[in-house]
């Protein structure tokens, strides 16, 4: 029990952590990048840069959370991140633009939106690769 816990808290860390970073780096990508080219390379010039921001706090969370190597608790923490990521995205998206859930998904048929959802896929594998 003690480990489903670990892996559930370190997964909310990483993912508060990986939400904070992403807001400023959207706000920044929104306002200087975006207006220069379109948002499929605006995205996937950030892209980069929030996965290895990512990675490492990854491994940071790991370490001082200390999740075991099990397979099961690597998997679990990154699912809990993956999830609580998504939804603080749709409530910024309900809080902001005011759309409806519906419509939050909808965006997914974009590819900046796919590229993007890519990124939130490999961030929640980041802690089964990551020693």
């Known amino acids: 029990m003690a480990t489903i ?3 559930a808290k370190a997964g909310a860390f990483y993912a508060f952590g990986v939400f904070t ?3 400023g780096l959207g706000i920044a990508r929104n306002i200087f990048l975006s207006p ?3 948002d499929r390379w ?3 010039v950030e892209l980069p840069i929030i996965l290895a921001l990512a ?3 990854c491994g940071r969370t790991l370490k001082t959370i200390a999740v075991s190597n099990k397979t099961l608790d690597r998997i679990l923490m990154g699912c809990v991140a993956f999830i609580l990521l998504i939804s603080a995205e ?3 998206w309900h809080l902001l633009l005011q759309g409806s859930t519906f419509e939050f ?3 997914y048929r974009e590819l900046a ?3 993007g959802l890519t990124g939130q896929l490999m961030f929640a594998v980041f802690p089964l690769l990551k020693n």
């Open 5 to 7: 816990l670990t892996s």
């Open 21 to 23: 970073a992403g807001i």
């Open 36 to 38: 220069l080219v379109n």
């Open 42 to 44: 605006a995205v996937t």
């Open 55 to 57: 990675w490492l706090l």
């Open 90 to 92: 749709l409530m910024l």
């Open 105 to 107: 998904f909808s965006r």
């Open 113 to 115: 939106e796919l590229i």
